[in-house]
Structure formats: C-alpha cells, structure tokens
C-alpha cells in the first residue's frame, strides 16, 4: 500500500499530496501532468496519515508543516509548495536540513491584496460599515453636520507603509493616487522606485507619530512578532487607523483590543487575526473594528494564478528541475 510503503510509492510516479481543492485552471494542469494526486482533510492526523511516500506536499497558511510532517512523509518527500506568498507556517530550517525544496506563490496577489487593504482603509476611515449597520437598524436619522464623519483620505492624509515590499508599493500606488502623503519602513522605502511614488524612508517610530493610517506588508517572522504592541499604539495618533492584510501575530490582539476600546487609536481594518480563525469576541463588540476573514488575495483570477504557480512548482521540481519561486 503506497500509502504505508514509501517503497512502493517510490517506484510508481511521484506523488502530490493536497488537503484542499485547486482552483478549477490550476486542478486542471496537475490533472495533465505526469503527478499523481492524493487529497486528505486539514486535519493534522489525516494529513500525517496520508503523506508517507509523497514527494510534494501543497500546503496553506492554515497547515503547520514541520519536521514532523516532513518525516511523515519521508525520504521521498522533494518539495513544499505553499499556496500563499507568506510561509510562516512551514518550517523552512528543517526543509532545508532534510533537502526539501519550499516554495511560494509571490508576485501574482500583491494587486488583490493591496485592493483589500485600500477596501478596508477607505471603509475604517469613512466608516462605512459602522454607518452600514446603522442604517439597517431602521432608526430615525437625518443629514447632519457631524453625522458619521471620520478621516479626509484624499487631502493629505498620512499613510505608513510597515515594511515596504511588492505588496506595500500596490497599496503606495494606490495611496499616491488618492493624494497621500506616503511614509514607510524597509530596505525598499530608499530607492527610485520609492522616490517615484513620493516615499519618505522612515523609521518605525517615525512612522506611528505621522500616519493617519498605519498598514501592515511585512512578513510574519521572529522579529516582526508583535511588532506592534501597546507601546506602538500609544505612539500612534489617537485618531490613527491600523490596517493589517499581513499576518495576524504582527499586532499584539489583546493590546489592540485595549487601545481601541481606551481610544488610544481610532480604528482598526482587519484581515488577520491574531489566533484565526478564532477572533478575540472583545474585538467584534467594537465599533471601530472593521473585520474580514483572511480574503487579501481573494479574487478568482488571482487564485488562479496562484493555484498555477503552485503547480508550476510541482511539475518542475518533480520532474527534476529547479523550482520556480523558491522562497
Ligand atoms: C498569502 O498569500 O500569504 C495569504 O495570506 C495566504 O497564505
């Protein structure tokens, strides 16, 4: 049984092991390859249960693949292909030891995921949702002066881009359109490319003091956990906004829970969660929240072309090629 004899596996095609469903294009091209498929649930038993004599593990930001899964799978196993740009979920060290490939899906969702984090800027600071869910109330209202009334986004207001990369320049693109002043962090923020746009390299305290909008683009790793914690937020303008479309663990959840409720900020448009899919119930209760489930890159050509990419990796690691976009 190929699923118990990493032997017998060995002798049969290689085998691509998923826990999900591929967008129809990108199914479609693993289907026509010379790859054998095999789907578990995310379950983490199913999946250790199901990948002995995988070569390819085509994992999500949901599933922790560790040494553990890795030796699982065993000596068959060639590749990580993660269906996401961010991969702080696989553990690239202990790929790396075992002369695992780990790969990712850059570049295609930078778009997308900028598109939601302007979604939620403009829907935190005109307090779209907040009015929304006022008006279904059916309570009486009339036009009033200071009737819902929040930030001006198109004269001058302050944005800061917390680690500046692909998808910080899409969000700085957009931002510069809309007539912001644009401050960022990260080795990009200097350069043509940043200078171009009307970027002002700063450092991250610089940048909490000036922002009316702070949004979060850098990756989840040792350093830039809680990053942003009390001590941020109280350095930040009272009136101040938090964007993160990056990584849940970034914000300190329980801190930003506090600084919204005590004023210490002025509100907060999410796509990440600290501990997702569970969201701390202090933070729902706020008005000032605006929450989305984890849909930055959630557009149906952009998940295509991450399901291709993703695949491109499979098809060319296990066909004895280098991968496309190792990490
Ligand atoms: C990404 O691309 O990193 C998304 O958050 C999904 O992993």
Known sequence: DAATDPAAALARRPRAHLTFTLPPNAAARLAAAPVE???????????????????AIVS???????????DAAGPSLRLVANL?????????????????AVTNTPGVLDEATADLA????????RRVVEADRFVRTGAEWRWEPDFFVGLDVSAGATLGIVGLGRIGFAVARRAAAFGMRIVATGSRASGPEAEALGIRAVELAELLAESDVVSLHCPLTSETRHLIGAEQFAAMKRSAILINTARGPIVDELALIDALRDGVIGAAGLDVFEWEPAISQGLLALPNVVAVP???SAGAATRERMGDLAVQNVVAVLGGLPPVTPV
């Open 60 to 70: 999500l930001v949901t599933h922790r693949i560790d040494g553990e899964v890795m």
């Open 84 to 100: 996401g740009v961010g991969y702080d979920n696989i553990d690239v060290p202990a790929a790396t030891a075992r002369g695992i």
């Open 37 to 55: 498929v095999t789907t578990s649930t995310a379950d983490r038993d199913d999946l250790l249960a199901a990948v002995p004599g995988a070569s």
């Open 118 to 125: 302007f979604t939620l800027l403009l829907a935190t600071a």
């Open 294 to 296: 984890h849909i930055g």
